[in-house]
């Protein structure tokens, strides 16, 4: 509070200094007020007013410096933020009519437009009035911008109220009447003004154009002469310094031009393009940024608008031989396929067609513009196969042709030159690197046509980029042939395009390939593209190829390729292909095509040597003796051969006590099975453990990276005899001795890597044996250990230490793990009686599609085993024959062996096992490779399906591990897709307690249950089942028409289901009216706390304010039900749009929701209208009452359907409306009331039979006054009755209905209102003879009812007042005042003032009594809430006065109608303070006139 006070002395202080003539200070105190009006959310109005004064002062204050005037006016406009009434009314009180305004003024009102447009828009009217009688008044060029930047802004601030009027906060306004003055000022500043302007007047008018012409082009009436104004626009490109704001302005005509749908003539069109175009193609000079790219975005629009009219501009100027002109256009082609135009997607066949109008420009600019735009067309998919493989062609064209140019020696303007042509060269370079071959259309352009450009040496710098382009297109290419079982290989040339034969390409890909051994990019492109490609070259290499070429590649693992190793494989290659196809005629073409490729490599070069050797092997391996002569005496040349530089490491092993630990530990070895041999049982071996420990000992020594010794093998042996005599060992010691010899083996490195030390090959193969016997040993001691333990779960620990061995990255150990656990897993083993299978099937059995055949034999015969050892015996044989299938490398097939081992195997797979071996695969969903994890899913859903019907007990513990998993398995897709198969799979069978258990799911419900729910409804198996067990479980829960918590949750279930998109006819009736009743029922209620998850309940309290809305969820869900139901043409589109469902679920709108909500139910599908009808009729007598306002509100609307009456039981709603018509809930009432109402289009015959109990339910509801919706729902209603009853019909009533509907003429809401007009009309019509005179009085008393509000601010009010007036004239015999009124009827209305004075003028010459009558009646309306109202009532009091005569004027209470005028002079309303200063004027004149005292 100090501060604020300090503050305010500051603030004070500072405006005092105002008052001073200080101009030196107060550049710095207006600089000071700036950033504190900004910088202050409240100021106090008294300083408020202050600052607008003084600010106000200096800002018109000719002495005071320019500078000093401006930021006067600026801080002037910023307080408009605090209070703009007052800082509109301070400028607007000096700019005055027919007065020419200080230029500050007029910047201020600008300022104020643009910166507060929603309310300056109601003070534009007058503004612009005003600024109209200014216009031939100014003189000044300074004065004349001032204008035309008014103008300017103005125009902006309409143009943003005329497309945005819904966002401002007040009744729409005439914006027709703004734009005709905003027409009237442009003109006239067009025609006087623009002729004889200077060059910063014309850059005035030229900013002001835009937004001018942009704001007359919405008006139908003024398009033709807002277009005609353009031209003049474009005739101002003359001024470079212009041009950008010439463009600008035409930029934001041609959007509104879109906006309004409007079509520019064809010579204007082509003017503005032929002038844009300049724009961009300006020479010598060339074009501003800015004004570039401005000129750009008009041909976008220009695009959108008319792409056909465009494209034929663009082919028309580009026939040009204009550099500029053909780089400008292409550049603009780019750009706006760049913007994804969707309509200039189908005209692709024309752009190719432009494009190649301007091939043959050998202009490196024009080149390199086309080469960018062809990289655009590729990437947005603009290639089509007709026309579009000159435009790849041209690609590696130019790169040729730069390569050329780049060779020949160019006298003039040389490194421009160059920089050019390598310029061009790097471009399509960079489009065939980032060219997608896939793109839609591609394929069938390049394919195979793009194999053209391999064999030739002028694109062999494109090679790296190109094998990768082919590559890709033949894998997609036998993706799609991989069922096909033909040859895919190039034997002839198709179209046009003379194809590369296969001898070529062999020929080529060789050749290159041997730059792999150098690190090349092109040269593993090579051999990757024989890798994939042997079909192309000959049907014979494919299954040869398929096996040598990963040996091949295995040198180009290492980063010290062997370059002679690496040609030498080559080489071979080729030699075993040759002898593979062993066709002489191919294998002498291939040799001519080694020779045709000599030219093409230096003789120094690596590829020239290769080629050579190439040649030779071919020709060695040629049958054709006199060919090979030939090809040798004319071509061959013996080169000097590489020497074999081949060196290979070893490492030798020496330990010094190697023999004295083999000959210890063979002697334990030996005794161990000497011991063993004498079987007795009573023989207790006391070395035993430390002897196993010695043995482990020796073990622990050897190095973990080879395997040098046989120490390990010799060890194993060892300790499998020791551990079989007695004292038997624990289970720790057991564990301990498996990990510790299982740590030692399996991680060693690769066999390979292992063999790679040995010196010789003596020295690889002793390792190789070596490596096998331990692996052997290792496997013997753990089917030892493990078996001869009677223990089931000691057996299932020991077998634990394999786990993490057989479910290792690296492929290598994995393998080691399975053979081990092969040989555990022989079928000649016996478990122990308890011991599961379940887990260990759940972790084996995936691996049968692992990456190495060895491991998938070695799981399979694994899997076999565990069945032997449990005594299941009966498949052993159909097992392993399908186990050799599972040789094969085709993943397909794995797969295929895998399934229908599983189908056999899950069958044994003991029930109440079934939740371990789930667990295994889901685990191995997480982590295993992707064929593994494809196997998991395929063994899980088989056992599912063998087993499913039986897990009814172990179905929640199911459930919950499922769910444990699904965080990391949606991390995977396939997997993620394989746990949800499984949900599926369990609900086929347990259907009802799969709901029930994801029901008790919290809400609102997380992501991975919502997937649930998705998955079971995509299952076409269970998506029938599962809509109809959520329809059970809602009408259960909704049985008393209460709604609880679990109610809501099968609403939520219900969402995720029918956003599937599940078919929903046969059961849409039952689903709409228990979905409505939710809402209904859910209106208000809050979500229970101890409901939602507990992540929710740790959140701070402010944020509990977001829990979710239980009607919001029932609504969203039956919003999703309605858009499936219109899917399947079961429903239409609402009235209300998404705006009904925020009715239907807010507690006060709810039947307003309800009622369009019904006015959207396809009343064709009356079958289905019918049932719903029959399951909502219950609500009419719920207990829950917002249910019976919800099935009032819905019957309301169809009582208005004559099918419905024909076929439904609405005779039966019609009772109950008439009884809740009475009821004391006010929006029951209304509802019943509305029924009522409709019940007048659907069935006439029930209105004039039931019209007595009808009218009285109606008519009751004009008397209830405290809640207007019901009064204006009952004036609407009698409104439909009246039309169908006879004057007759209503006598008893009539004079009733007339005297209440009088009493809503002034209601403040203009629905009742217009209603209340509307329906006093039709009385007029139902007037019969007995009650003529009494409604003639009462249309005397309505008379100043209908005049006034003939400018009531809603214009449909207006409309109805002028269509009573004409049929109530005659009950007071005033048809005289028809042609009065026929003026309302004209386009532009009259004046309120012109059109009072003529109706005042006819009334009283026919009857001055009624003329009275409106005075007397007119002073309640001088309070009225309505300026307009207020602002009529005072001209039609002065209109009166006028007409009054003598007699009249003297009656006149003077003094009380003098009071209240002067009143009416503070009014707020300009127009009010104007007429009542009108009025009195005339009071004045008229007591003149008959010399009496005012």
Not at 171 to 180: E, G, H, T, W, Y
Not at 1301 to 1307: G, Q, S
Not at 1483 to 1489: A, G, H, P, Q
């Amino acid at each position: 509070m100090e501060e604020y006070g300090e503050m305010l002395g500051d603030i004070n202080l500072t405006i005092g200094m105002l008052s001073k003539e200080d101009n030196i200070s107060k550049e710095d105190i207006y600089g000071h007020l700036t950033s504190f009006i900004q910088n202050t959310d409240i100021l106090d109005d008294t300083i408020v007013q202050r600052l607008i004064y003084y600010t106000s002062k200096d800002m018109r204050d000719e002495e005071i410096p320019r500078e000093i005037r401006m930021l006067a006016g600026e801080v002037l406009v910023s307080l408009a933020a605090h209070d703009f009434n007052s800082v509109m009314y301070e400028v607007q009180s000096n700019f005055r009519i027919l007065e020419l305004p200080n230029e500050f003024v007029v910047l201020a009102l600008a300022e104020l437009a643009t910166s507060y447009v929603s309310q300056s828009i109601p003070f534009m009217m007058m503004t612009l009035l005003t600024m109209q009688t200014m216009l031939r008044l100014v003189e000044d060029e300074s004065m004349r911008q001032t204008f035309c930047l008014a103008l300017e802004k103005f125009s902006k601030s309409i143009y943003k109220y005329v497309n945005h009027w819904k966002d401002f906060p007040y009744p729409k306004l005439d914006a027709n009447r703004l734009s005709d003055k905003i027409f009237m000022l442009f003109r006239y500043i067009m025609e006087k003004w623009a002729p004889q302007a200077s060059p910063m007047h014309t850059l005035a008018i030229i900013k002001a154009h835009g937004p001018t012409v942009s704001l007359l082009l919405h008006r139908e009436d003024l398009c033709e002469f807002a277009l005609s104004q353009i031209s003049w626009l474009l005739i101002q490109y003359q001024d470079k310094e212009n041009d950008f704001y010439i463009t600008q302005s035409l930029k934001q005509i041609l959007i509104a031009t879109v906006l309004y749908d409007t079509v520019l003539p064809k010579n204007l069109r082509r003017s503005i393009l032929s002038s844009l175009l300049h724009q961009i193609c300006k020479v010598p000079e060339p074009p501003i940024k800015e004004n570039k790219l401005e000129a750009s975005s008009c041909f976008l629009i220009l695009a959108h608008a008319n792409p056909v009219d465009l494209l034929d501009f663009f082919d028309e100027q580009i026939r040009s031989t204009n550099e500029a002109v053909r780089t400008g256009i292409l550049t603009l082609l780019r750009s706006t396929i760049n913007a994804e135009e969707p309509k200039f997607r189908n005209h692709t066949t024309s752009i190719e067609k432009t494009i190649k109008l301007v091939m043959g420009d050998l202009s490196v600019k024009v080149r390199k513009s086309t080469l960018l735009l062809i990289q655009t067309m590729c990437e947005k998919g603009y290639i089509e196969a007709r026309e579009g493989w000159p435009l790849i062609d041209y690609i590696f064209s130019q790169f040729a042709m730069s390569n050329r140019n780049l060779e020949k020696p160019v006298k003039s303007n040389s490194q421009e030159h160059e920089n050019g042509e390598k310029s061009v060269q790097e471009t399509s370079l960079e489009i065939l690197k980032s060219l997608d071959p896939l793109v839609i259309g591609m394929p069938q352009v390049l394919w195979p046509r793009i194999l053209t450009y391999v064999v030739p040496e002028e694109y062999t710098g494109t090679l790296d980029y190109l094998f990768n382009i082919i590559r890709i297109l033949i894998m997609a290419e036998e993706k799609k042939k991989r069922d096909i079982q033909e040859s895919t290989a190039l034997v002839i040339s198709t179209g046009a395009v003379k194809l590369p034969s296969p001898q070529q390409l062999l020929a080529r890909l060789l050749v290159i390939s041997i730059l792999a051994s150098l690190g090349q990019l092109c040269g593993a492109g090579a051999i990757g593209l024989l890798k994939i490609m042997p079909e192309l070259i000959h049907p014979k290499l494919v299954e040869m190829w398929k096996t040598r070429m990963p040996a091949l590649l295995q040198p180009l693992e290492g980063s010290n390729a062997s370059i002679v190793l690496w040609e030498t494989m080559l080489l071979q290659l080729l030699k075993e292909s040759l002898w593979k196809i062993s066709d002489v005629a191919w294998t002498s073409q291939l040799s001519r095509d080694f020779s045709l490729q000599m030219g093409s490599y230096s003789n120094s070069s690596m590829e020239k040597k290769f080629l050579w050797k190439a040649l030779g092997t071919t020709l060695a391996s040629c049958q054709d003796k006199d060919f090979v002569s030939s090809q040798i005496n004319e071509f061959l040349v013996t080169p000097s051969l590489l020497g074999d530089q081949r060196q290979v490491l070893g490492v030798s092993v020496i330990n010094k006590d190697m023999d004295l630990q083999m000959s210890f530990t063979r002697s334990i070895t030996e005794v161990g099975i000497a011991i063993q041999d004498a079987e007795d049982q009573k023989f207790q071996f006391t070395y035993k453990e430390m002897l196993i420990g010695f043995m482990l000992n020796l073990i622990k020594d050897e190095p973990l990276n080879t395997l040098a010794s046989p120490v390990r093998w010799k060890v194993l042996i060892a300790i499998r005899y020791l551990s079989k005599l007695k004292p038997p060992l624990s289970l720790n010691d057991h564990l301990n001795i498996l990990e510790e010899n299982i740590r030692r083996l399996l991680p060693l490195p690769p066999l390979e890597k292992l063999k790679s030390e040995g010196e010789t090959d003596k020295d690889k193969e002793r390792i190789k044996f070596l490596y096998e016997r331990s692996m052997d040993a290792l496997g013997k001691l753990l089917k030892a250990m493990i078996w001869d333990d009677t223990d089931a779960r000691n057996c299932e620990e020991m077998f634990n230490l394999l786990r993490m061995w057989l479910v290792s990255q690296k492929e290598w150990e994995r393998e080691r793990a399975f053979q081990v656990t092969s040989k555990v897993l022989t079928k000649d083993i016996e478990a122990p009686q308890n011991f599961r299978i379940g887990s260990l099937l759940g972790l084996l059995a995936p691996h049968s599609c692992d990456t190495l055949p060895t491991i998938r034999q070695a799981a399979t015969s694994s899997t076999i085993g565990l069945l032997c050892a449990k005594g299941i015996c009966q498949e052993v044989d159909r097992l392993q024959g399908l186990q050799e299938g599972l040789d094969s490398e085709d993943e397909q097939v794995q797969i295929k062996i895998s399934s229908k081992i599983a189908k056999i195997v899950c069958k044994f797979i003991p029930s109440e096992e079934i939740q371990a071996f789930l667990e295994e695969t889901l685990d191995g969903l997480e982590t295993l490779n992707p064929m593994c994890t494809k196997a998991c899913g395929i063994w899980m859903i088989s056992a599912l399906k063998e087993h499913g019907a039986l897990l009814e007990d172990q179905l929640l513990e199911i459930l919950s591990t499922i769910y444990h998993h699904m965080p990391v398995l949606r991390q995977k897709e396939e997997s993620f897709q394989f746990m949800l198969e499984a949900i599926s799979q369990i609900a086929s069978f347990h259907m009802d307690a799969v709901v029930n258990n994801l029901l008790q799911k919290p809400l609102p419900f997380d992501r991975d249950t919502k997937t649930l729910w998705k998955a079971l409804a995509e299952n076409p198996a269970s998506s029938s089942k599962l809509m109809r067990a959520l329809i059970r479980k809602l009408e259960a829960r909704l049985e008393d028409d209460v709604a609880g918590t679990d109610a809501i949750s099968v609403a939520c279930a219900m969402y995720e289901v029918i956003l599937t998109g599940a078919h929903i006819t046969h059961l849409y009736p039952k689903l709409f009216t228990l979905l409505l009743k939710l809402v209904s029922c859910s209106l208000g209620q809050k979500m229970p706390i101890s409901n939602l998850s507990q992540r929710r309940r740790v959140m701070q309290l402010g944020e509990r304010q977001q829990f979710p809305d239980p009607c919001r969820l029932s609504t969203a869900t039956l919003k999703c039900l309605q858009a499936q139901a219109m899917k399947e043409g079961l429903a239409k589109e609402s009235d209300e749009g998404d705006n009904l469902w925020t009715l239907l679920s807010n507690a006060d709108t709810h039947h307003i929701g309800v009622c369009a909500l019904a006015r959207s139910m396809a009343v064709w599908q009356h079958g289905i209208i019918l049932d719903i009808m029959e399951h909502l009729l219950s609500s009419l007598t719920s207990s829950s009452e917002n249910y019976r306002i919800t099935g009032m509100a819905f019957f309301s609307e169809l009582m208005k359907e004559p099918i419905l009456w024909k076929h439904g039981n609405l005779r039966d709603v019609l009772n109950f409306m008439d009884q809740s018509a009475r009821d004391s809930n006010a929006i029951l009432r209304q509802m019943a009331i509305r029924g009522l109402g409709n019940t007048a289009s659907g069935a006439p015959h029930k209105v004039r039979k039931h019209k007595q109990i009808m009218l009285e339910c109606i008519i009751r509801g004009l008397y209830h006054l405290a809640r207007t919706e019901v009064v204006c729902e009952s004036l609407k209603a009698l409104k439909k009755i009246l039309e169908l009853l006879t004057e007759r019909d209503i006598s008893f009533y009539f004079k009733e209905i007339v005297l209440q509907t009088r009493t809503f003429f002034e209601d403040e809401q203009d629905d009742v209102r217009l209603t209340a007009i509307l329906l006093f009309e039709d009385l007029a019509s139902l007037t019969g003879r007995r009650w003529k005179i009494f409604f003639a009085e009462e249309v005397k008393k309505s008379m100043i009812s209908f005049l006034l509000h003939l400018w009531d601010p809603n214009p449909k009010i207006g409309a109805a007042c002028r269509d009573v007036l004409v049929i109530c004239i005659p009950f007071l015999g005033l048809q005289e005042l028809y042609g009065i009124l026929d003026h309302l009827l004209e386009q532009d209305l009259p004046r309120a003032r012109d059109f009072y004075r003529q109706f005042c003028m006819k009334l009283a010459k026919k009857n001055q009594e009624i003329l009275w009558i409106l005075h007397t009646h007119s002073f309640t309306f001088f309070t009225s809430s309505w300026e307009m109202i207020r602002s009529a009532a005072v001209k039609l009091t002065d209109a009166i006065i006028l007409h009054l005569t003598n007699q009249y004027v003297e009656l006149l209470d003077r003094e009380q109608l003098t009071m209240r005028l002067q009143a009416l002079r503070q009014d707020p309303c300009i127009s009010v303070q104007r007429a009542a200063e009108a009025t009195l004027q005339t009071l004045l004149r008229r007591c003149k006139e008959i010399s009496i005292p005012l």
